[in-house]
């Protein structure tokens, strides 16, 4: 399947953005119109998609211009999804924060499936950017 890219514009310097991308159980507050029942692990967060199944999230590699998570699905224990949030400081003081979502599936009805589910994570990424947005611009955000 081919990965899915979303970005938006933040009117908060990257060092907000970082703060709270870089704390996984914050996430929640922006993605839980489809990721829900979070519950902390040892090393990530336990989600339940909406629609079914469940993942594991942790994240792989962090740094103030890139963070990289990886999914694995709860039921078989394969490294499924590779999410990658890119955080580029804007010349006006904000970021730009661009999310790429690779999800790699499982058997042949999920490749089939793949331009569907490539809609599906388009749309509801595409929310939790906006989500994300209002968050560090209204000041809620709390990491």
């Not at 953005?17 to 996984?24: F, H, K």
């Not at 599906?120 to 709390?142: D, F, I, V, W």
């Amino acid at each position: 399947m081919k990965p899915v890219t979303v970005s938006v514009t933040i009117d908060r310097p990257r060092e907000a953005v970082y703060a709270l991308l870089s704390d996984l159980p914050a996430h929640e507050a922006f993605t839980d119109h489809y990721l829900v029942d979070w519950r902390p692990t040892a090393d990530g967060v336990r989600v339940r998609m909406k629609g079914g199944g469940e993942a594991e999230i942790r994240v792989v590699e962090q740094t103030p211009d890139r963070i990289v998570e990886h999914g694995h699905d709860v039921k078989d224990g394969t490294h499924r999804t590779t999410g990658i949030y890119t955080l580029t400081p804007t010349a006006a003081g904000g970021t730009d924060v661009t999310f790429t979502n690779e999800l790699r599936p499982a058997g042949l009805g999920e490749r089939l499936a793949g331009p569907v589910v490539g809609a599906y994570l388009r749309r509801q990424n595409g929310r939790a950017m906006q989500r994300l947005r209002a968050l560090l611009e209204s000041g809620a955000a709390t990491a």
